[in-house]
């Protein structure tokens, strides 16, 4: 049987992580059909008229409308195989995390690791507030000089926490990567075992089917097996360079 295509891209919602990047409607590439023309095609309403009449002036006109080349000659396409018929199962993602120990563990240290650098960050923030305030208690009495001299100080203590900061959040966000990326790893090979042990050939996301029957959900079959698998998952110590502790472990397993 060939291997069922499978990703987390369902449960990232519940995966930590900084921000995530969705792409506007507005700047989809997606062809949109041109309104129909001609004898009997509905006049622009006044709506469209009041868009026209409000465009900023300057603005890029709508590019006009062009034939398209004559379509090329299609080559005739021999018949192929018919496809096996579609032996269905449904997998519930998010069911299947909670359910997972590795999952929870690494949400949960994540989760401290976060507030720990949360908490590190305000209590800095304080400090340049305080420092802020005394240089500012400080003009009308401390020569040009020395005034110039701690302001400079200030900004560079900003700078390099800033930058530490960062860098903390940034082995935060491989530390989990990689922790998920280990579990992400056994479950694609449990969902193939569980669902080449049901026949079945194609196997859905739970939030893609609005009714199916419960024979057809294999979540909690797969749940089952990746606890047994994967009890816990290995994740870099806290402030690690990811690429060193993987390579570091790479090579004590092969001796």
Known sequence: MRNIRFDLAAAAALMIACSAVVPALAQSQWFVPKAPS???APAPGPRASKAAAARAPGAAA??????LPALPALPQIERGATPPAAVIGVLDVSGVLRSSSAYQAVQKEMAARKAALDADAQKEQSVWREMNQALTDQQKT???DQLAAKQKALQDRVSDAT???QTRDQHNQDAANYAF???QQVLTSILNQVAESHGMNLVLYQNQV???VREFDISAQV???LNQVLPSVLIPPDGADVAAFARAHEAKAKK
């Open 38 to 40: 001609g004898p009997g």
């Open 62 to 67: 709508p590019a006009p409308q062009v034939g």
């Open 142 to 144: 401390l020569p040009a």
């Open 163 to 165: 930058k530490q900061f």
């Open 181 to 183: 990326a280990q579990i």
């Open 210 to 212: 609005v009714l199916s």
């Open 223 to 225: 749940a089952q097996e």
